[in-house]
């Protein structure tokens, strides 16, 4: 019985690697493939929210198209900030 018991727990040993392997294998050829779709949107999403642009108010990020500055990104100020949750530059009419 613990034979069958162990074998059981073995098979299931090999799913975590293999998925694994699976991510990083689709997302290294991802990034290594020149033309994917949708990849010239998502790296100029990722630059706009990992550069500092230093906006002089929510009027202005949103004029470039920026909204909902989250906390952690680096063009987050707290003045922007208006009801401290962490999100700056909430969409008109997100209010609570």
């Not at 018991?5 to 290294?28: C, E």
């Not at 707290?78 to 609570?96: I, K, N, S, V």
Request: aromatic share 10%.
């Amino acid at each position: 019985m613990s034979w069958t018991r162990s074998r059981r727990i073995r098979r299931k040993d090999w799913l975590a690697p293999a998925g694994t392997f699976v991510l990083v294998f689709s997302g290294t050829s991802y990034i290594l493939t020149p033309g994917a779709p949708g990849k010239a949107a998502v790296r100029a999403e990722w630059i706009k929210r990992t550069t500092d642009q230093h906006y002089g108010g929510c009027n202005q990020a949103r004029a470039n198209g920026h909204e909902n500055i989250a906390s952690w990104e680096p063009s987050y100020r707290e003045t922007m900030d208006r009801d401290g949750d962490g999100l700056a530059c909430e969409p008109y009419g997100a209010a609570r």
